[in-house]
């Protein structure tokens, strides 16, 4: 627990068998309570590699639901657990699990409801394996949102995001 914060991790999974022990295993569990993975019907064996990891919170969606409704399991979930913080994280290694105390710190401080972590800032997102015809859709769609909102985040579409309780409480997904 960090400051009297009940801290989830959410791993919406699909195909993650190859790179989830790495992402599991860089998870600070002194300060996550619970782990939580749910598999969006995957075509390898991520549920085997969960349960051998010692993943305490399996979640095996018969059908696959797409990414947004792998989210939606994750983060109901995490809500049922009783979390007050919320991080989700991709098993892909696209994204350093280290960053997790950091992230879990912000918002525990009360300053922050929502932090986005980026590959971008980083420099990881090639390094971990995005595709590089999807580092170019992304930065495009990034530079053209960043326009639309008058906003200067480097990523908008993430898989490293950290809430609190209060926001997944009122988010109507």
Request: glycine share 8%; net charge neutral; charged share 25%.
């Amino acid at each position: 627990m960090i400051k009297n914060k009940k801290v989830a991790v959410v791993l919406p999974a699909y195909n993650a068998a190859k790179t989830l022990k790495i992402t599991f295993e860089e998870i600070d569990r002194s300060i996550v309570d619970e782990v939580i993975l749910v598999d969006d019907h995957s075509s390898d064996e991520t549920i085997e590699v969960a349960k051998n990891l010692g993943i305490e919170h399996i979640i095996e969606h018969i059908e696959n639901r797409g990414y947004g409704g792998n989210q939606k399991s994750c983060y109901k979930k995490a809500l049922d657990l009783e979390a007050d913080i919320v991080i989700m994280l991709h098993p892909d290694y696209q994204y350093t699990p280290l960053l997790i105390p950091s992230i879990a710190s912000l918002l525990a401080s009360g300053l922050y409801e929502v932090v986005l972590g980026s590959r971008i800032l980083g420099k990881g997102a090639l390094r971990g394996g995005m595709p590089v015809y999807k580092y170019i859709a992304n930065r495009f769609l990034t530079f053209f949102q960043n326009i639309i909102m008058g906003a200067k985040l480097s990523e908008y579409h993430t898989g490293y995001r950290g809430f609190t309780r209060k926001v997944l409480e009122n988010i109507n997904y």
